[in-house]
């Protein structure tokens, strides 16, 4: 597709459970970026790749939260023992290079912690 | 205590009217501050940048406005229409070694009456 791509779209945990949401980000684009958005609230950082290489991991809440992107394109953010305040939206952004700021975000998967 | 964060200050505008968005920023250092627009179940999109050296930049039917001395952000909007209706983030940019790395503001919900 033309644009960055996030799956599923809407998750439903039960506390405890492990999940893995998946970003399909913009074919060739060098930087990859998380960040998590609680309801009404700006997104927050979570982590960056530039390619393969996860540069910054320093907003990831705690050592539940991981994430991967193994071959410099698609990236997975897995957390695990899902707590209640993991409950957000989870966006992904993507971008041609790492000083570019113009970066195309994917719509985001709804976690929802139970 | 009441979560600051679950009530996005709002602005009502008439179709056709301008709209003022406000913005408070913290840290003097950032290099530069992107407005986005955030639609309902969508991630955020870029409107518009401007470098920290700049009080001022145009775009398509958008301005933004910088005042360094009270680190005070403006996005006015002329002309406003339905479709402009989202919620808008300054965003502030901290320059690191290997990435640009965003900081959202917390957010203002516009509401464009018809």
């Known amino acids: 597709g033309a644009g960055v791509s996030q799956s599923p779209r809407y998750k439903v945990a039960k506390r405890g459970q492990d999940v893995a949401l998946r970003c399909d980000p913009i074919?060739?684009?060098?930087?990859l970026f998380w960040y998590q958005q609680a309801l009404g609230q700006g997104p927050e950082f979570l982590t960056y790749?530039?390619?393969?290489?996860?540069?910054?991991k320093s907003g990831l809440p705690s050592d539940r939260f991981f994430a991967e992107r193994p071959e410099g394109s698609v990236s997975t953010l897995k957390i695990q023992r899902t707590q209640q305040e993991d409950s957000a939206v989870y966006l992904c952004?993507?971008?041609?290079?790492?000083?570019?700021?113009?970066?195309?975000f994917g719509q985001g998967t709804r976690l929802t912690v139970v | 205590g009441e979560s600051v964060g679950l009530h996005l200050p709002t602005l009502s505008v008439q179709e056709g009217d301008n709209s003022i968005i406000n913005c408070a920023y913290s840290?003097?250092?950032?290099?530069?501050f992107i407005w986005y627009k955030q639609e309902s179940g969508k991630g955020p999109q870029f409107i518009i940048d401007i470098r920290s050296n700049m009080d001022k930049r145009q775009g398509q039917r958008v301005t933004v406005l910088l005042n360094k001395t009270v680190k005070h952000l403006s996005l006015q909007i002329a002309a406003t229409q339905p479709g402009d209706s989202a919620v808008y983030f300054c965003a502030e940019i901290e320059v690191k070694t290997s990435y640009d790395k965003v900081i959202f503001g917390p957010g203002t919900s516009l509401s464009v009456i018809p």
């Open positions: 840290n003097s250092a950032s290099d530069y």
């Open positions: 074919s060739g684009h060098v930087s």
């Open positions: 790749f530039q390619n393969e290489a996860q540069l910054d």
């Open positions: 952004a993507s971008s041609p290079s790492p000083r570019n700021t113009e970066a195309f």
